[in-house]
């Protein structure tokens, strides 16, 4: 199938679903698991009905950060999404029999694996999908912005000058396939946005939507499951901020 006849069977597929919004950085370990998931669960307690899916197929850590040891039964299809806390939740690692093991893949079983997900998971009706990317720039994004049709990416950065410049490279390939970008989060702030974030949204003309601390709450701790913005008013609110600023819910 070529990548349109793709593109249309996905949109069929995911049809029910009102917005797809990804969370993006080409630097790893900015907090691009940590904010898809806070973003999500903010939405859901919003009263907006959730999906949160791991496009991280090679390190899926989703359902590591909730202790969420269920698996879709793979020999069914349609595959049906695991629901926890109101959030319909899909991930590789759900697929698989040991999730602790690597998930070695050249980039078209990426792909595949990905479009999988798009066209054979029953999702139902949802106001949002938040989409968890992967690090980098080849493969998972890129099947992304080639066969979804996104409401938006949040490009996630760091306060650091690198995180700074990987993110304004992820910023740069959505932008080039004339996606639209909700707008930029600094993650692991000190007080308040880094000169390198500000000069970032600068550059790309891009609104900086807000600051998320270091907080040891928004941490993997040992007592998985808590997710912060479910027990923390003052975290829920960041997001709330941020989700109402980025303009997905006008
Ligand atoms: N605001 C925060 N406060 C404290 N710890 C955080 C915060 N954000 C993220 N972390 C921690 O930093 C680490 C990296 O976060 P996370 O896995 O969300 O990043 P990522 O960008 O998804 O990484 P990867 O590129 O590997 O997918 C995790 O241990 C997470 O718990
Ligand atoms: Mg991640």
């Not at 049709?149 to 410049?165: E, H, K, Y």
Request: aromatic share 6%; with cysteine; net charge neutral.
């Amino acid at each position: 199938m070529n990548v349109l006849k793709r593109k249309e069977s996905i949109k069929k597929s995911l049809s029910g679903i009102k917005h797809k919004v990804g969370v993006y950085s080409a630097k790893g370990g900015v907090g691009k698991t940590t904010i898809s998931i806070n973003l999500a669960y903010t939405l859901a307690k919003m009263g907006y009905k959730v999906g949160l899916l791991d496009a991280d197929i090679d390190c899926p850590n989703v359902t590591a950060f909730l202790g969420l040891d269920a698996k879709i039964d793979i020999s069914k299809i349609p595959l049906v999404p695991v629901e926890k806390d109101g959030v319909r939740i899909a991930s590789t690692s759900m697929l698989v029999d040991d999730s602790k093991k690597p998930i070695i893949w050249r980039g078209p079983l990426v792909a595949k694996m990905l479009e999988d997900f798009f066209e054979k998971t029953e999702w139902g009706e949802l106001d949002y999908l938040v989409i968890d990317l992967p690090p980098g720039t080849s493969d998972a994004p890129l099947s992304i912005l080639q066969l979804v049709d996104m409401q938006g990416f949040v490009i996630v950065t760091g306060p650091g000058r690198i995180s700074a410049l990987d993110s304004k490279r992820s910023a740069l390939m959505v932008k080039r396939f004339g996606v639209h970008i909700l707008g930029i989060v600094e993650n692991m702030s000190k007080e308040e946005p880094s000169q390198n974030s500000v000069k970032l949204s600068e550059e790309l003309g891009i609104r900086l939507l807000g600051s998320i601390p270091t907080d040891p709450k928004l941490g993997d701790r040992d007592d998985t499951g808590g997710v912060a913005v479910m027990y923390d008013d003052y975290i829920y609110r960041i997001f709330e901020r941020i989700i109402k600023d980025s303009g997905i819910t006008s």
